[in-house]
């Protein structure tokens, strides 16, 4: 298994542990080559959630599509930034 992958996934159910002990209903998008990673819904909510880690950071086209997405399904976007040893970032990009 490629590295980089590995630590990605790693991330992804990071995510998923943390969003489901908040009582969100949520669920990876396995081996996506889209721009949403995890999907989560809580009551009347729903988000879509692109993970990075490290340095890695988001193209404009990709927060585009990914705005694109959470406008068709009336959701919120968001990037989670992962570092090493420090917290998850969030940064909306859409609404």
Do not use: C
């Not at 080559?33 to 009551?43: E, T, V």
């Amino acid at each position: 298994m490629n590295r980089q992958y590995a630590r990605g996934r790693a991330y992804e159910y990071k995510a998923l542990i943390k969003l489901r002990e908040e009582g969100w209903l949520a669920q990876r998008s396995a081996a996506s080559h889209s721009p949403i990673d995890i999907f989560a819904g809580k009551g009347a909510q729903t988000v879509l959630i692109q993970i990075k880690s490290g340095k890695a950071r988001v193209k404009e086209a990709d927060r585009q599509v990914l705005r694109e997405w959470a406008q068709a399904f009336n959701a919120k976007a968001e990037i989670w930034h992962f570092q090493k040893r420090k917290a998850i970032s969030v940064e909306l990009v859409f609404p």
